[in-house]
C-alpha cells in the first residue's frame, strides 16, 4: 500500500518523526536527570518553579500541560524528597500553592548545566534548535486553536 500511496507511508508521518524524536530527547535527559535524582516529568514542574516560585498547582498543570492525576503524585515525591512545600491559599482553601524549599533552589545550581548538556548531546546547532523551536511553536500553536 505504502509504495502506492507515499503519502501514507510512515517514514512521511510528522506525528511517528514528532513521537520519535521526543522519545529520544527523553531518553538524552534520563542520564542527566538521574545523576540529580529527577524524572523528566519532575525536571519540567522544577523548571517552571525555578521561573517564579510560589504557583498553583493549576499554574503549574496548565504550564507542563499535565493533569491532576499527573501531577498530584509528582508534587507530592517532591515534598518528600525535601524539594517543594505545598500550602493551601487562606483566600480559597479549594487551591494550593506550591513553594521551592531551600534544598529545591539549590538543586537549580545543580541542574543549570543540563541545558547545555543536552545541546552537546543533540548535535543540533544553537541556529538549528532556535528554528526547531519556531517550528515546533507554530505546530504547537496550531494544536490549541
Known amino acids: 500500500m505504502s509504495q502506492s500511496n507515499p503519502q501514507l507511508n510512515l517514514d512521511n508521518q510528522i506525528c511517528f518523526r514528532l513521537?520519535?524524536?521526543?522519545?529520544?530527547?527523553?531518553?538524552?535527559?534520563?542520564?542527566?536527570?538521574?545523576e540529580v535524582g529527577l524524572t523528566y516529568p519532575q525536571?519540567?514542574?522544577?523548571?517552571?518553579?525555578w521561573e517564579q516560585d510560589g504557583q498553583?498547582?493549576?499554574e503549574i498543570g496548565e504550564r507542563a500541560e499535565l493533569n491532576s492525576n499527573?501531577?498530584?503524585?509528582?508534587?507530592?515525591?517532591?515534598?518528600?524528597?525535601?524539594?517543594?512545600t505545598r500550602s493551601k491559599?487562606?483566600?480559597?482553601e479549594r487551591q494550593t500553592f506550591i513553594h521551592l524549599t531551600e534544598a529545591?533552589?539549590?538543586?537549580?545550581?545543580?541542574?543549570?548545566?543540563i541545558p547545555a548538556q543536552m545541546m552537546a548531546k543533540a548535535g543540533l546547532s544553537m541556529e538549528q534548535i532556535q528554528l526547531l523551536k519556531q517550528s515546533l511553536d507554530v505546530l504547537i500553536a496550531q494544536g490549541k486553536r
Open 19 to 34: 513521537y520519535n524524536a521526543s522519545r529520544q530527547v527523553t531518553r538524552l535527559y534520563q542520564p542527566l536527570l538521574k
Open 43 to 49: 525536571y519540567i514542574v522544577l523548571l517552571i518553579l
Open 56 to 58: 498553583l498547582v493549576k
Open 70 to 84: 499527573t501531577l498530584t503524585p509528582l508534587l507530592k515525591r517532591l515534598a518528600e524528597r525535601g524539594l517543594v
Open 89 to 92: 491559599n487562606p483566600d480559597d
Open 104 to 113: 529545591g533552589k539549590i538543586l537549580e545550581q545543580s541542574c543549570d548545566c
